[in-house]
């Protein structure tokens, strides 16, 4: 490096040269060196005895600071500078240690070398720096830039393996594209980053944000705020307000920013619905080789955004108000928004497998729909996926590339009914997967996870215990609409009627007050629209949801003008 200082590009964010000394005059010379030489890149932390300079390094790691170089004085009270550098190591373990010593220590430093990985020691004095310290300091700082400790800086997640809320959290992040890095609670990096949040690992998960805070069991909304997703909304009054980030609700969202609407999207968990769930979609116009449904879904969201749609993420919808030309969507905490139109896609979830010990196993074991956050745990296992349509298929095809086995359990005769031809064609051309059909889960066993399922089968009768660990459930579907009970029309099951669906006697719906007939994706309530899924004898399809999210605009637009 030469003579010259180091300068880092305008902007980036400064890696740490911390300096620990008992001494205060020694502290200060260290420190003042220091900066005259590496101030303009680096920022200089100094601390006064061991203990405050590991706790200066941990509020470092929480923040997600990069620590290049410590220095640390070998004679020090209470803790000396080797047993110092020894516990640094299990904070930062890439940064560089070097030990200041006296020529009578050597030998300690020498010793160093070998105990704790020292990487340097110097001697006192320094003087002059630009011979003694420098070259020194020169040499550890290439070492380090070499050595690519410099971590992206994302979330942390630190939780049991087993636990259905840190399953949940991870799945939360990696479905709203929030870079983070897992780490279990009793692993060497979890354990440093619980000690330095100050956690004993009681209250999991810990999620460590980007910029260091520590959010400890967080719920969704909490969570959404602290890692930088929209939540609260801009406006209260918008042209039109979207209710889901499915497909229909992004399409929606995409076509009415588009067309100078202004349009606010809100969702309940994370944009995408069943589909940004889906390993693969191979049947979606314009993909001949397949997309996985969060690269379609991550597509729509910054389509969307670059139009100047707003996305509020984790929040709760409670009920849909009609005053006169205005219609409200209340959240659940008591807020509210208002606007001129509504187009509800609210989409499906998975229906709950009803049978004995699983429901206390969801998150541990049993999760309802892909969890794709999990493929990896089940490498070299046997999964059990439950349930006959694509989104099933998909999801086999995906985990048969790690897993020992996959088996689907069909209660009916066959797939033909409800999965699309391709994909039962690839299911019989992958050796690991299986089917098996007439099957239904009879009940799960297991001490804190799934260990055991019990399978019937439906003609005879007959059970059969397997040993499980993984089991995934993609059975029918159940539509998203109980808060609108008493406000708009559903049909038996709770999905949302709409236009012709409404009329088949060519009669109105009761209460419909205007002259003009609903329109084709219209609810009871003028003004209020249904896309997707949630819409009663709904095609059920990625590419169908997307059109009549795109159709819901065009007719709010006529409403709008008629109004």
């Not at 969507?329 to 499906?348: E, Y």
């Amino acid at each position: 490096m030469g003579g010259g200082r180091t300068v880092q590009p305008p902007g980036s964010a400064r890696t740490v040269i911390l300096t620990v000394d008992d001494d205060p005059g020694v502290s200060r010379a260290v420190a003042r060196d220091l900066r005259r030489r590496y101030g303009e890149a680096h920022r200089i932390v100094r601390a006064e005895s061991g203990q405050a300079g590991l706790d200066a390094l941990r509020e470092l790691k929480l923040r997600g600071d990069q620590v290049a170089v410590i220095l640390a004085d070998y004679r020090m009270p209470q803790m000396n500078g080797i047993e110092f550098l020894e516990q640094a190591l299990d904070v930062y373990p890439g940064a560089r240690r070097a030990l200041l010593t006296a020529y009578a220590d050597t030998n300690a430093a020498i010793d160093a070398i070998n105990v704790i990985d020292l990487d340097h020691y110097l001697l006192k004095p320094w003087d002059p720096p630009e011979e003694k310290l420098y070259p020194i300091l020169d040499d550890l700082l290439a070492a380090w830039r070499a050595s690519d400790y410099r971590p992206v800086p994302t979330c942390k997640v630190v939780g049991h393996r087993w636990s259905a809320r840190t399953s949940g959290v991870r799945e939360f992040l990696a479905r709203n594209q929030v870079p983070y890095r897992w780490y279990a609670s009793d692993s060497p990096e979890g354990q440093r980053l619980l000690a330095a949040a100050g956690q004993d690992g009681e209250r999991l998960p810990l999620v460590v944000t980007a910029d260091g805070t520590p959010l400890v069991e967080p719920d969704d909304t909490d969570l959404a705020a602290k890692v930088g997703l929209a939540t609260t909304p801009a406006a209260e009054f918008y042209d039109l307000v979207v209710i889901g980030g499915g497909p229909a609700g992004l399409g929606a969202a995409v076509y009415g920013a588009s067309e100078g609407l202004r349009t606010v999207l809100v969702e309940r968990s994370a944009t995408g619905g069943q589909a940004g769930q889906s390993s693969r979609i191979e049947n979606y116009l314009g993909f001949p080789d397949g997309v996985s449904g969060a690269q379609l879904i991550d597509r729509a969201r910054r389509q969307a955004a670059k139009f100047g749609a707003e996305i509020l993420t984790a929040r709760e919808v409670s009920g849909l108000e009609v005053t006169g030309g205005s219609r409200t969507i209340r959240f659940t905490d008591g807020s509210a928004i208002a606007a001129h139109a509504v187009i509800l896609a609210t989409g499906v979830s998975y229906r709950r497998l009803e049978a004995p010990g699983l429901d206390g196993l969801t998150g541990c074991g049993v999760f309802y729909g892909s969890a794709l956050t999990e493929a990896a745990a089940c490498q070299g296992h046997d999964v059990y996926i439950v349930g006959g349509a694509n989104s099933a298929g998909q999801a086999a095809q995906f985990l048969s590339r790690g897993a020992k086995s996959v088996t689907i359990l069909v209660r009916g005769p066959s797939l033909a009914a409800s999965m699309s031809h391709y994909l039962i064609r690839q299911i019989e051309q992958t050796p690991n997967v299986s089917v098996r059909t007439g099957t239904v889960v009879e009940s799960a066993e297991g001490d804190g996870h799934l260990e055991r399922l019990t399978l019937r089968d439906v003609a005879s009768g007959r059970t059969e215990t397997v040993d499980a660990q993984w089991v995934f459930v993609f059975i029918g579907a159940a539509p998203l609409t109980d808060w609108l009970e008493g406000t708009v029309l559903r049909d038996g099951r709770g999905f949302i009627k709409a236009g012709p669906d409404m009329t088949p006697d060519g009669q109105p719906p009761a209460g419909w007050e205007l002259e003009r007939p609903p329109y084709h994706l219209e609810t009871s309530v003028p003004g209020v629209f249904v896309a997707g899924d949630a819409r009663a004898e709904s095609a059920k399809r990625v590419a169908s949801a997307v059109g009549e999210g795109a159709m819901a605009v065009i007719l709010v637009h006529r409403y709008l003008e008629q109004s």
